[in-house]
């Protein structure tokens, strides 16, 4: 059974860092996009960023453009991450999740079905 467990959620301060993690334990580690999703408080879940573990495309929402860096280790069969320049809006339960497919180079991936989804870590930036 495939299973996604996120880790490194935590509480800091506006402007500084945080690394998000995600152990995915898919059968064919490189046939997959794998994206991060994040759900504020009252808010709906939104897409945040993706890249395809078979290369190295990636695409990302706009709000974190420049300040968020999705990358993946195909060895350790894991998925970061890298949040940068944190922002109170940037408050939310951080999720991972992954698709069969090499399509996630827009923000349509982003409202399509997964196929795998973890539980979430929560992230809480304060001003």
């Known amino acids: 059974q495939v299973q996604l467990m996120e880790s490194g959620g935590g509480s800091v301060q506006a402007g500084e860092s945080l690394r998000l993690s995600c152990a995915g334990s898919l059968y064919t580690y490189d046939d997959y996009c794998m994206g991060w999703f994040r759900q504020a408080p009252g808010k709906e879940r939104e897409g945040v960023a993706a890249i395809y573990t078979g290369g190295h495309n990636t695409h990302y929402a706009d709000p974190v453009k420049g300040r968020f860096t999705v990358s993946h280790d195909g060895a350790k069969s894991t998925l970061y991450l890298q949040m940068n320049d944190l922002k109170p809006e940037d408050t939310a339960v951080y999720y991972c999740?992954?698709?069969?497919?090499?399509?996630?180079?827009?923000?349509?991936?982003?409202?399509?079905?997964?196929?795998?989804w973890g539980k979430g870590t929560l992230v809480t930036i304060s001003s």
């Open positions: 999740a992954a698709k069969r497919g090499f399509a996630c180079y827009s923000d349509s991936w982003f409202t399509s079905a997964m196929d795998y």
